[in-house]
């Protein structure tokens, strides 16, 4: 298992915090304790495990989006989205556990257009208000067709630091880290309404592999007889 690089800063504090609260409990006791310390290793091992990495690979196609991370679909709908876009979209919504792998990916091809940070309120990922109340931080991606994906990163009750990586005007590709949810959440994906979606509700997703859908190819004609 590797960590992923956002979590050296947070483990160093955890080992940090968990030796002096140790400290603190054997000088009051007067000796060693063997109980806080395993509840501290098993904290610790709890903490390494959100911030486990693997790395994936996928044999993109230019028409394919993958989904930006390992969860379950809560929400598959038409929507207006109104605060970037400006025009009704399919939704797919992925919610994050804490057992899941935190990591979120790129989902298309294409070169990166926006992107921002909005703060909100700190609602269950779950709740469909979160999606526009919650702190969160959006990229739009246009790929070299002209379609444009929007991925949101949404913060939860327990997840309060997402981390974007890309920048305006970056050419990014499948493969490549779209950021970082600390602690889990959920990840909307705004996707043209002629996208023919591949997932159903409920269904378990593994970030940078299971494909949410396959964009209309413009380039095919349609003959009539």
Same mark, same amino acid.
């Given at each position: 298992?590797?960590?992923?690089?956002?979590?050296?800063?947070?483990?160093?504090?955890?080992?940090?915090?968990?030796?002096?609260?140790?400290?603190?409990?054997?000088?009051?006791?007067?000796? #060693?304790?063997?109980?806080?310390?395993?509840?501290?290793?098993?904290?610790?091992?709890?903490? =390494? $495990? #959100?911030?486990?990495? &693997?790395?994936?690979?996928?044999?993109?196609?230019?028409?394919?989006?993958?989904?930006?991370?390992?969860?379950? =679909?809560?929400?598959?709908?038409?929507?207006?989205?109104?605060?970037? *876009?400006?025009?009704?979209? *399919?939704?797919?919504?992925?919610?994050?556990?804490? #057992?899941?792998?935190?990591?979120?990916?790129?989902?298309?091809?294409?070169?990166?257009? !926006?992107?921002?940070? @909005? %703060?909100?309120? #700190?609602?269950?990922? !779950?709740?469909?208000?979160?999606?526009?109340?919650?702190?969160?931080?959006?990229?739009?991606?246009? $790929? &070299?067709?002209?379609?444009?994906?929007?991925?949101?990163?949404?913060?939860?009750?327990?997840?309060?630091?997402?981390?974007?990586?890309?920048?305006?005007?970056?050419?990014?590709?499948? $493969?490549?880290? *779209?950021?970082?949810?600390?602690?889990?959440?959920? =990840?909307?994906?705004?996707? %043209?309404?002629?996208?023919?979606?591949? =997932?159903?509700?409920?269904?378990?997703?593994?970030?940078?592999? @299971?494909?949410?859908?396959?964009?209309?190819?413009? $380039?095919?004609? @349609?003959? @009539?007889?």
């Amino acid at each position: 298992m590797q960590l992923h690089k956002e979590g050296h800063g947070p483990l160093i504090g955890f080992v940090i915090g968990l030796i002096g609260i140790n400290a603190l409990i054997a000088l009051y006791a007067g000796a #060693f304790t063997l109980i806080p310390a395993l509840l501290s290793v098993a904290f610790f091992a709890g903490v =390494v $495990n #959100f911030f486990r990495y &693997e790395p994936r690979k996928h044999s993109d196609g230019s028409r394919e989006v993958v989904c930006p991370a390992d969860g379950r =679909v809560v929400v598959i709908e038409e929507v207006d989205e109104t605060q970037i *876009l400006g025009t009704r979209c *399919l939704q797919v919504s992925v919610f994050m556990n804490i #057992f899941d792998m935190h990591v979120n990916w790129i989902p298309c091809n294409g070169v990166v257009e !926006h992107v921002s940070h @909005t %703060p909100g309120r #700190f609602l269950s990922a !779950h709740l469909p208000k979160s999606s526009t109340d919650n702190e969160r931080s959006a990229v739009v991606i246009r $790929n &070299e067709a002209g379609d444009t994906v929007l991925v949101r990163q949404v913060a939860g009750a327990i997840a309060r630091r997402i981390v974007t990586y890309p920048e305006v005007g970056q050419r990014v590709k499948i $493969n490549e880290n *779209l950021g970082f949810i600390k602690f889990g959440s959920r =990840v909307d994906v705004y996707l %043209p309404l002629d996208t023919e979606i591949s =997932v159903e509700m409920g269904q378990a997703t593994t970030g940078n592999s @299971t494909i949410l859908g396959h964009l209309k190819d413009k $380039n095919t004609t @349609t003959q @009539t007889v």
